[in-house]
């Protein structure tokens, strides 16, 4: 029997451990973790925040969180574990002299501390020199931080030097949580592990590839933070360009970081720019009105709470996007990702190219192309069409379209498939960069995304509207139709 590898454990401190993002996602997958026995038995959890007066508040908000927002019942004998990890420390970020309370906490001799930045970008330079003026980190520390980095190449690049003055590179793991996917993963080893498609993935199979990404929700209460940022930087920047080079990569020598990151980039440097020039044909920018969803009336944008009702911010993007390097030349990607759609909705669509010749023309009068779809969610899996004889005895052959499905929940029944989160936390506490992004990763997006963002500018033309509880505006229907394509619906 195969021994369970040893890590070292650590102190995870999570600054901002009250917000939203700690709430929602890290707690609760730190408690599953729990629950899976994944954690070593001497990590230790520190919430850092101003809101709370002492531990036994913290960790009554802690358990009141996880009866809130945990879908599965909260075992008792889990909750006593978890519960003994957590201690608090009430820090204002912004002053320098209150980390030395990290001081009383933190073992870095018996473990590793993991400083979790759950807070807006604006307080990352704050907790660096607060970390580095009391003295607590070692060659060993780490730091993670979210999304967004920045809300263009130039704020990235400050971000990033900022960290960079407390952290080296191999020490910051920087997150996007659609990393941590089962499906997103399993792109590697569909993609690499499988000669049936590591021998067909490339222009001479692939006529075209479709990712998208569609939110039912709307704004929810953060008018003031999407306004400024939009849907091309909140969404594609990040979650969509990862899983673009995941599928158009080239294969990796290894599964290290290194290998990986060398690849990914190679695929963001290949990206046709978009520009003034080309900027009307190749997206389509859009926010939603007023409409009805699953049978609910839901406001438009500019009727959201705290609206701006003169904001031109898309929350619609659509993309035609060109890789110019051997493997993809001709093969269009298609983005697109949006709130207040028909439904939540993730998944990557390859066409593969029709045959040229039909000999089952009673069937179908052009043969549909075989297609590879990918949902990353709501239901995890792979299917592929492929067409097939209907049984009978009748004399010509009839063809039906069908699918090869295969379902994560199904087949893999006795195995607990987690969220993105708990893959990444898990990651970051064991020391392990690949599925994290380094710096010049980001900042490669960041030159391609803010030429859009600049050509936007210059148009100067509005987002087109679509109807909440549609998928976008028409001319986002109108990107594929004038290359004889059509969205996957």
């Known amino acids: 029997m195969k021994e369970k590898k040893i890590f070292k454990p650590c102190d995870l401190i999570i600054y901002g ?63 006593q574990r978890f519960s003994a990890r957590l201690s608090y420390l009430k820090i204002d970020l912004t002053q320098l002299d209150q980390y030395q309370q990290l001081k009383t906490v933190l073992d870095s001799k018996a473990r590793v501390a993991v400083n979790y930045f759950a807070v807006a970008p604006v307080l990352f330079k704050d907790i660096c020199k607060g970390l580095s ?6 060659a060993e520390s780490r730091m993670v931080m979210e999304k967004p980095i920045g809300h263009d190449l130039q704020s990235c690049k400050e971000i990033n030097d900022a960290v960079a003055k407390v952290f080296t590179e191999s020490q910051v793991f920087r997150i996007d949580h659609y990393l941590g996917k089962e499906t997103v993963l399993n792109l590697l080893a569909l993609r690499f592990a499988n000669s049936i498609f590591t021998t067909n993935w490339d222009h001479n199979t692939i006529d075209h590839i479709q990712i998208t990404v569609a939110e039912e929700v709307g704004i929810e209460g953060r008018f003031d933070y999407f306004d400024k940022t939009g849907q091309l930087r909140d969404m594609l920047q990040n979650h969509l360009l990862q899983i673009l ?98 439904n939540k909705r993730t998944e990557i669509v390859i066409y593969f190219k029709q045959l040229p010749h039909n000999i089952f023309s009673d069937s179908f009068r052009d043969l549909p192309p075989n297609k590879l779809t990918i949902h990353l969610q709501p239901n995890e899996g792979v299917d592929v069409q492929i ?8 004399e010509n052959i009839k063809l039906q379209k069908t699918k090869l499905d295969l379902s994560f929940s199904e087949a893999f029944k006795k195995s607990r498939i987690f969220g993105g989160y708990e893959k990444l936390v898990l990651e970051a506490m064991r020391g392990n960069p690949a599925l994290f992004l380094s710096r010049e990763e980001i900042e490669q997006a960041w030159i391609w995304v803010d030429s859009i963002q600049d050509a936007w500018q210059h148009v100067n033309d509005t987002p087109k509207q679509y109807q909440a509880g549609s998928w976008g505006p028409v001319a986002s229907v109108a990107l594929l139709a004038r290359d004889g394509r059509a969205w996957e619906e």
Not at 39 to 63: K, M, S, Y
Not at 264 to 278: D, F, H, Q, S, Y
Not at 387 to 394: F, H, Q, S
């Open 133 to 138: 003026h009391c003295g607590v980190l070692t």
């Open 245 to 342: 080079t995941f599928i158009a990569m080239e294969p990796p020598v290894n599964l290290e970081a290194k290998s990986i990151r060398y690849e990914k980039i190679k695929v963001l440097e290949a990206l046709r720019p978009i520009t003034l020039n080309n900027v009307d044909e190749k997206t389509v920018r859009g926010q939603y009105s007023a409409g009805f969803l699953k049978g609910r009336e839901v406001p438009g944008y500019l009727e959201e709470e705290g609206a701006n009702v003169d904001s031109t911010t898309e929350s619609f993007v659509a993309l035609r996007v060109d890789i110019d390097n051997w493997r993809w030349a001709g093969v269009p990607f298609y983005l697109r990702t949006g709130k207040r759609l028909t």
């Open 17 to 79: 451990a009250l917000g939203d993002l700690s709430r929602r996602k890290l707690l609760i997958s730190l408690y599953r973790l729990e629950n899976a026995n994944l954690l070593e038995p001497d990590t230790r959890i520190v919430g850092v925040d101003r809101h709370a007066g002492g531990n036994a508040e913290f960790i009554a908000i802690v358990q009141k969180n996880l009866q809130e927002f945990l879908n599965d019942k909260i075992e008792d004998t889990v909750w």
């Open 387 to 394: 067409l097939n004889k209907v049984p009978g005895i009748d």
